[in-house]
């Protein structure tokens, strides 16, 4: 997929389903680090509700998420799909690094608060960066992971 300037986001999954879009938003979003804290502050004395506390924290990143899908296409939000690098073997990890060089990363770093280290993730880490569009039919990234996961939001459909 070639971005606006000409970077490039490598991922065959990518060009398949938003081959048919020409309007897509590349995104970082983060609910920031308090909650992050409170979550490590917990575990040192009562893991139980800084496991809650974490998935709360998870939910919420979600919920910005499903708010600003909401607004990118506020007549067919139900065809807007997102994948973001390193959910599947489809998109590497790696290209976290062109999400933060397309959108600045000193920009990012000041606007949201949110840093790429040098493994390719995000700090804090309820952050979630990626590529939405309308892909016509809703694809979950769900449908090609086969994790055993609590936040599954669709089955498994094969490879
Ligand atoms: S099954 Fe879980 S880990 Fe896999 S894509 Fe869905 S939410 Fe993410």
Redesign the pocket.
């Known amino acids: 997929m070639i971005l606006e300037g000409g970077k490039i986001l490598s991922s065959k999954l990518l060009a398949e389903k938003f081959k048919c879009t020409h309007e897509v938003a590349v995104y970082i979003v983060t609910i920031g680090s308090d909650l992050e804290k409170r979550v490590a502050e917990l575990g040192v004395r009562d893991l139980y509700r800084s496991f809650i506390l974490d998935n709360i924290g998870t939910y919420a990143l979600r919920q910005v998420f499903e708010y600003m899908r909401k607004d990118f296409g506020p007549n067919n939000s139900e065809r807007i799909s997102k994948i973001s690098p390193g ?2 073997t489809y998109w590497g990890i790696e290209q976290q690094k062109i999400i933060f060089d397309f959108l600045g990363k000193e920009k990012v770093r000041e606007s949201v608060g949110v840093i790429l280290n040098e493994h390719y993730v995000m700090v804090p880490k309820k952050s979630v960066s990626g590529v939405m569009g309308d892909t016509i039919n809703l694809f ?3 449908q090609i ?1 086969e ?1 055993n ?1 609590e ?3 669709a089955p498994f459909s094969g490879k």
């Open positions: 959910v599947s979950h990234e769900c992971c994790k996961c936040y599954r939001k």
